[in-house]
């Protein structure tokens, strides 16, 4: 491959995540007078979140407002039009930077000028009965340029194409077909609702970045600025380093860890995959597997407590529920997806005879723990408060990443200095930044959900096709899920369908967090599902295969994350709902499921399985996973008698062909 060949791939691989694309326009341009004031705003803003989280909130729209305003400032300034203007095929003339980074500078004033307009809107809809004036509707004109604007510069175009579709859709109401008819809307009410309405771009959503999100974000970079993914790494490696599966197993308890913290997908596949990809194939494993592993795991990260993703914070707006109780409710799914993911490395090992290594460099778990206990304490102090002390999640996030600089203190490598405090504040603020566009260009969508009432329309149009059926209406979910994720981060594509899709569950009498926990898990499992599977897309590329190679190995390796959500619909006990005997007899009855199902979909439990036994110990997965004791059992039953017909295949194990 030619240095230029090298070069175009790696740009591609970068332009796959904002953050990526973001980070590498600002090395670029080290030194550039605007980096300086992006900069400058970062430190701002991550200042302003600290002061109020730890003071006081203010009124709803400044602390949304003044949250947005600085996410676009940073935005228009690290990521100007001259870079994102017909890929950049004007940028070297002068007098072309010069007047577009004027356009730049005239969107920053003008949004904070429009947050003074939308604030005051707001401050007088008691006294005028609810009835906005002109400067609303400058207000929301300009939000909607800035949103789409800055969303198509750090998410690309899909975004802003769909906010833009559902706002054609509350103008075009009466012309619509009968199903999706409604009275309409002007351009000019669209605006007025999109700047002054709680279901606007200031509403509950834009409240939940603006609180919970940011801190959270802000606690990962200081996290990551710490070097705790380099403890995240020994402590896998040394707790894995005598298991055949070692490599992709520590690879799949690390990268879990970091995405846990990251919140994205595609970052922390390109953040851990250069270094546990080229390994995993060092040791034997397919290039395709190998990218699946990391892939898998870094999308898995988002559904992980405590942390999760941005998307579980979101969450917590849609459906009025405290995220510890959230947190808790997603335990035991989480933990069954990771438990398939190591039961497919496990499976793959034996297949591929990977043999232990003998490597003596790996540490010894013991030496690891002793020499680097501090990063332990930042999670058990964050824990600490969000579960024991039932702190705020906000000031959880706060009082943990405070914690980082004074407990660092302690490390003899003092890999955490106090000078390191402002980069890593800046830092989390940049990070912020495409979360909050993101957030900001979903809300359009939600406020025209809001308007027009389409949620409850496509939940009767999905109802009326499944006839009613709860399985086939949870398909169409899952599926539409998946497509409204298509190219979009998590946090958008939760945004989106659970607005859109989430509705039609409760219809048909679904628990609101199964409802919310179904949808968020689709929108998560969108980063790793072909067509557009992008965090599949950036480890295959990595891994130098083709990127749906590597997609449909993630699903293989990742499919009980397609089965649980399915499975916790219906089974609250995987919520840890119900009496002590009920939870366990489901939990031992899904981990056993979900051992079975991928060991199916590997093609190896305790021997090499042909298609036929594949197929027989995939269905019993299915059967185990059914929310019938005398169902799971007849599934359990079926796996003893598999095993017991074929024990003398054991001793053969390895040895035995497909």
Request: charged share 10%; glycine share 8%; net charge positive.
């Given at each position: 491959?030619?240095?230029?060949?090298?070069?175009?791939?790696?740009?591609?691989?970068?332009?796959?995540?904002?953050?990526?694309?973001?980070?590498?326009?600002?090395?670029?341009?080290?030194?550039?007078?605007?980096?300086?004031?992006?900069?400058?705003?970062?430190?701002?803003?991550?200042?302003?979140?600290?002061?109020?989280?730890?003071?006081?909130?203010?009124?709803?729209?400044?602390?949304?407002?003044?949250?947005?305003?600085?996410?676009?400032?940073?935005?228009?300034?690290?990521?100007?039009?001259?870079?994102?203007?017909?890929?950049?095929?004007?940028?070297?003339?002068?007098?072309?930077?010069?007047?577009?980074?004027?356009?730049?500078?005239?969107?920053?004033?003008?949004?904070?000028?429009?947050?003074?307009?939308?604030?005051?809107?707001?401050?007088?809809?008691?006294?005028?009965?609810?009835?906005?004036?002109?400067?609303?509707?400058?207000?929301?004109?300009?939000?909607?340029?800035?949103?789409?604007?800055?969303?198509?510069?750090?998410?690309?175009?899909?975004?802003?194409?769909?906010?833009?579709?559902?706002?054609?859709?509350?103008?075009?109401?009466?012309?619509?077909?009968?199903?999706?008819?409604?009275?309409?809307?002007?351009?000019?009410?669209?605006?007025?609702?999109?700047?002054?309405?709680?279901?606007?771009?200031?509403g509950a959503i834009m409240g939940v970045s603006a609180t919970i999100v940011f801190m959270f974000i802000m606690f990962g970079a200081f996290v990551e600025a710490s070097g705790c993914s380099k403890f995240f790494n020994d402590l896998a490696f040394s707790l894995t380093a005598k298991s055949k599966a070692g490599p992709a197993m520590a690879s799949v308890v690390a990268t879990s860890l970091m995405a846990t913290i990251s919140g994205s997908a595609i970052a922390n596949v390109m953040a851990t995959g250069p270094f546990t990809i080229p390994m995993m194939k060092d040791r034997g494993y397919r290039p395709a597997f190998a990218a699946a592993v990391e892939a898998s795991a870094s999308t898995g990260g988002q559904i992980l407590p405590p942390i999760m993703g941005a998307g579980a914070f979101l969450m917590v707006a849609f459906t009025n529920t405290p995220f510890v109780v959230i947190a808790i409710s997603a335990l035991i799914p989480a933990v069954l997806y990771f438990v398939g993911s190591g039961a497919a490395v496990v499976a793959q090992a034996n297949i591929l005879d990977i043999k232990v290594s003998v490597d003596g460099s790996a540490k010894k778990a013991r030496e690891v723990l002793k020499s680097d206990w501090l990063y332990i304490t930042i999670f058990v102090v964050l824990i600490y408060f969000l579960m024991v002390m039932r702190v705020s999640p906000m000031r959880s996030a706060l009082w943990a990443t405070t914690f980082i600089p004074f407990v660092m203190l302690l490390d003899r490598q003092k890999r955490f200095k106090f000078k390191d405090i402002i980069p890593a504040m800046i830092k989390g603020s940049k990070n912020a930044v495409t979360v909050v566009m993101g957030i900001a260009c979903a809300s359009i969508v939600v406020a025209v959900v809001a308007l027009t009432g389409v949620g409850v329309m496509f939940g009767d149009i999905m109802i009326g096709a499944a006839g009613g059926n709860l399985i086939l209406v949870l398909i169409f979910s899952a599926i539409a899920c998946i497509i409204l994720g298509l190219g979009l981060p998590t946090t958008s594509a939760y945004v989106i369908t659970a607005s859109v899709v989430a509705p039609s569950l409760y219809l048909l009498g679904v628990d609101m967090i199964a409802a919310h926990m179904f949808v968020f898990y689709f929108a998560c499992l969108s980063a790793i599902t072909p067509p557009v599977a992008l965090a599949a897309y950036s480890a295959g590329a990595l891994a130098k295969i083709s990127p749906m190679a590597a997609s449909v190995e993630a699903c293989k390796l990742a499919i009980v994350g397609f089965i649980v959500p399915f499975a916790f619909v219906f089974n609250g006990a995987l919520f840890l709902q119900g009496g002590v005997v009920e939870i366990a007899t489901t939990i031992v009855f899904a981990v056993s499921a979900t051992i079975v199902l991928t060991m199916g979909f590997q093609g190896w439990l305790l021997w090499r399985l042909n298609i036929l036994e594949r197929l027989i110990f995939i269905l019993c997965g299915g059967l185990m996973f059914a929310p019938f004791i005398l169902v799971n059992l007849g599934g359990l039953g079926l796996v003893a008698l598999m095993l017991v017909l074929n024990m003398r295949k054991w001793k053969k194990g390895k040895n035995l062909a497909h």
């Amino acid at each position: 491959m030619s240095e230029q060949e090298k070069e175009k791939k790696e740009v591609d691989i970068a332009s796959l995540d904002p953050e990526l694309a973001a980070a590498k326009k600002e090395e670029a341009n080290k030194g550039s007078v605007f980096l300086k004031l992006a900069s400058a705003a970062a430190l701002l803003m991550a200042l302003f979140h600290v002061y109020t989280v730890q003071f006081g909130l203010l009124s709803t729209v400044l602390q949304r407002g003044i949250h947005f305003a600085f996410a676009a400032t940073v935005l228009y300034l690290i990521m100007p039009l001259h870079d994102n203007f017909f890929g950049k095929k004007f940028a070297h003339i002068k007098a072309f930077r010069i007047g577009t980074r004027l356009i730049d500078i005239a969107i920053i004033i003008a949004v904070w000028v429009a947050l003074w307009m939308a604030n005051d809107e707001v401050s007088q809809l008691t006294a005028r009965i609810g009835r906005t004036t002109i400067l609303a509707t400058i207000s929301g004109g300009i939000l909607l340029v800035a949103i789409l604007e800055g969303a198509r510069r750090a998410l690309g175009w899909v975004m802003p194409i769909l906010a833009g579709v559902f706002i054609g859709y509350a103008m075009a109401g009466p012309w619509m077909p009968h199903v999706f008819l409604h009275r309409g809307f002007s351009f000019t009410r669209i605006l007025d609702f999109l700047s002054t309405d709680l279901d606007g771009v200031f509403g509950a959503i834009m409240g939940v970045s603006a609180t919970i999100v940011f801190m959270f974000i802000m606690f990962g970079a200081f996290v990551e600025a710490s070097g705790c993914s380099k403890f995240f790494n020994d402590l896998a490696f040394s707790l894995t380093a005598k298991s055949k599966a070692g490599p992709a197993m520590a690879s799949v308890v690390a990268t879990s860890l970091m995405a846990t913290i990251s919140g994205s997908a595609i970052a922390n596949v390109m953040a851990t995959g250069p270094f546990t990809i080229p390994m995993m194939k060092d040791r034997g494993y397919r290039p395709a597997f190998a990218a699946a592993v990391e892939a898998s795991a870094s999308t898995g990260g988002q559904i992980l407590p405590p942390i999760m993703g941005a998307g579980a914070f979101l969450m917590v707006a849609f459906t009025n529920t405290p995220f510890v109780v959230i947190a808790i409710s997603a335990l035991i799914p989480a933990v069954l997806y990771f438990v398939g993911s190591g039961a497919a490395v496990v499976a793959q090992a034996n297949i591929l005879d990977i043999k232990v290594s003998v490597d003596g460099s790996a540490k010894k778990a013991r030496e690891v723990l002793k020499s680097d206990w501090l990063y332990i304490t930042i999670f058990v102090v964050l824990i600490y408060f969000l579960m024991v002390m039932r702190v705020s999640p906000m000031r959880s996030a706060l009082w943990a990443t405070t914690f980082i600089p004074f407990v660092m203190l302690l490390d003899r490598q003092k890999r955490f200095k106090f000078k390191d405090i402002i980069p890593a504040m800046i830092k989390g603020s940049k990070n912020a930044v495409t979360v909050v566009m993101g957030i900001a260009c979903a809300s359009i969508v939600v406020a025209v959900v809001a308007l027009t009432g389409v949620g409850v329309m496509f939940g009767d149009i999905m109802i009326g096709a499944a006839g009613g059926n709860l399985i086939l209406v949870l398909i169409f979910s899952a599926i539409a899920c998946i497509i409204l994720g298509l190219g979009l981060p998590t946090t958008s594509a939760y945004v989106i369908t659970a607005s859109v899709v989430a509705p039609s569950l409760y219809l048909l009498g679904v628990d609101m967090i199964a409802a919310h926990m179904f949808v968020f898990y689709f929108a998560c499992l969108s980063a790793i599902t072909p067509p557009v599977a992008l965090a599949a897309y950036s480890a295959g590329a990595l891994a130098k295969i083709s990127p749906m190679a590597a997609s449909v190995e993630a699903c293989k390796l990742a499919i009980v994350g397609f089965i649980v959500p399915f499975a916790f619909v219906f089974n609250g006990a995987l919520f840890l709902q119900g009496g002590v005997v009920e939870i366990a007899t489901t939990i031992v009855f899904a981990v056993s499921a979900t051992i079975v199902l991928t060991m199916g979909f590997q093609g190896w439990l305790l021997w090499r399985l042909n298609i036929l036994e594949r197929l027989i110990f995939i269905l019993c997965g299915g059967l185990m996973f059914a929310p019938f004791i005398l169902v799971n059992l007849g599934g359990l039953g079926l796996v003893a008698l598999m095993l017991v017909l074929n024990m003398r295949k054991w001793k053969k194990g390895k040895n035995l062909a497909h």
